[in-house]
């Protein structure tokens, strides 16, 4: 039973680039959630997608957007970047329907230079 | 949004000893997830709690959902070195549809 997968697991990019980052959901999972993680910090809530939509959102700015593939998966996207959005970018992954219960990915590590 | 502080913010605890933890928060949830986070790794579920009263064990670890839906606690018997990392409460309500994160615990277990 495949776990959450994400990738890449480390990105260097520089201010003003844009990034795309990728995320498999747990075998059976069709609801993914993206999380932003600064050190220190618990996980920052950025959005959620369910049947191919953005379903809620964080209060995060446009420049952060996403998709959801037919299959799932799905990806964060992060135009214009900044210094501060140097950080642990993690996908959940759960049921849209029933019990909430997330499983997280390992992450991807972004540094912002 | 909501605002979830757990304490301690760190603990540093001999082996073999007890710890117990906490979440609360302003808000009412109707479910209440227990994670722990390695360094360089994403969170690990280690229980769930659906219901105000639940109490659910899962080998050493014990957690409670609070009667006033409002905390959740976390216990863990007889520590062992593996058990060091951050402990991060997350609750869901049905009005944001969203997970909300604690500010984390630090575990640190001197051998």
């Known amino acids: 039973d495949a776990g959450v997968t994400q990738s890449p697991t480390h990105l260097i990019k520089t201010r003003g680039q844009q990034v795309t980052l990728r995320c498999s959901p747990k075998?059976?999972?069709?609801?993914v959630s993206w999380y932003q993680q600064a050190l220190g910090q618990g996980p920052q809530f950025i959005f959620q997608?369910?049947?191919?939509?953005?379903?809620q959102r964080g209060n995060f700015p446009d420049r952060f957007s996403g998709h959801q593939f037919p299959n799932y998966s799905s990806e964060l996207n992060v135009n214009a970047l900044l210094l501060g959005d140097s950080a642990l970018y993690l996908c959940?992954?759960?049921?849209?329907?029933?019990?909430?219960?997330?499983?997280f990915g390992p992450g991807t590590r972004l540094l912002v230079l | 949004g909501q605002q979830l502080n757990q304490s301690p913010q760190s603990m540093f605890i001999q082996e073999g000893e007890d710890v117990s933890m906490n979440c609360t928060s302003s808000?009412?949830?109707?479910?209440w997830l227990w994670y722990k986070q390695e360094p360089g790794e994403g969170p690990v579920l280690l229980i769930a709690?659906?219901?105000?009263?639940e109490l659910t064990s899962n080998g050493r670890l014990t957690a409670q959902f609070g009667i006033t839906r409002k905390d959740s606690f976390l216990n863990i018997s007889a520590s062992i070195p593996s058990d060091v990392g951050i402990y991060f409460c997350?609750?869901?309500?049905?009005?944001?549809?969203?997970?909300?994160f604690g500010t984390g615990t630090s575990l640190t277990v001197i051998p």
């Open positions: 075998s059976g999972h069709d609801t």
């Open positions: 959940a992954s759960s049921l849209g329907v029933g019990k909430k219960t997330q499983y």
């Open positions: 997608y369910y049947e191919e939509e953005e379903r």
């Open positions: 808000s009412i949830f109707n479910t």
């Open positions: 997350a609750g869901h309500t049905n009005t944001g549809n969203q997970f909300y």
């Open positions: 709690l659906y219901k105000a009263g």
